[in-house]
């Protein structure tokens, strides 16, 4: 369904209040409505309701890029056990997007703990709260969140690809053979090398991966 006119003859807010309001939302992959506000083209749809991954308007690259993609997984398994994970960045726009798709990765389930992407740092305490939370906090405020940092969380770097644990954190080990098979399809998959490609380390990711099949088939020899 398009609308017909370029022309914005009231004020936005009535725009808005007609969208949210009065017209009905799309079937869930069937139809999406077409709003053209002078120079941009405004979409409203639903996906489909068995669709295999969650929505989200945001690309998934960003996430991969930012992070390599074992830490990705092993920052999928701390959410998955409900665990506390502070993300840490110099920008806003990462910490919200990576937060919003961290959370979408979790799909069928939600997260439904602590929830803020970016932590003010008058709630910096909150850091130390007994129970699962993914926060965000901007570098300029890490100095002073920090001290608030309790030992059973994940502190994740998005600018420099690292992940900090306490030694005393405990997580139990993931399934071997299921965790190496989705290891190993994730690696063949799109997102396999995009951390090292928007690096330009096309050639090192390569001979990193041919070092690790040679030690795999020399584990397999002996």
Same mark, same amino acid.
């Given at each position: ?83 506390? #994970?502070?993300? #840490? ?66 502190? #994740? ?66």
């Amino acid at each position: 369904v398009t609308a017909r006119h370029n022309d914005m003859e009231a004020p936005l807010e009535r725009y808005i209040a007609n969208l949210c309001c009065e017209i009905p939302a799309p079937p869930p992959g069937v139809y999406e409505v077409q709003v053209p506000i002078l120079d941009s083209i405004i979409r409203f749809w639903a996906p489909p309701a068995k669709m295999p991954v969650a929505y989200v308007a945001l690309e998934y690259q960003l996430l991969f890029e930012s992070l390599e993609l074992a830490n990705v997984m092993e920052l999928w398994y701390a959410l998955m056990l409900e665990g506390k #994970v502070l993300l #840490v960045s110099s920008h806003y726009s990462l910490l919200t997007k990576c937060a919003e798709l961290l959370t979408s990765l979790l799909f069928p389930m939600q997260w439904s703990h602590l929830y803020i992407p970016l932590l003010p740092r008058f709630l910096s305490p909150i850091l130390d709260a007994p129970m699962p939370y993914l926060c965000g906090v901007v570098r300029d405020n890490w100095l002073h969140a920090q001290q608030f940092v309790s030992r059973e969380t994940i502190v #994740v770097d998005l600018d420099c690809n690292t992940i900090s644990t306490s030694m005393n954190l405990n997580m139990p080990a993931p399934p071997t053979k299921r965790w190496m098979k989705l290891t190993e399809a994730l690696e063949h998959s799109i997102v396999g090398d995009l951390f090292w490609k928007a690096r330009g380390m096309e050639k090192e990711f390569a001979l990193r991966e041919k070092q690790k099949m040679s030690n795999q088939n020399f584990e397999q020899t002996f």
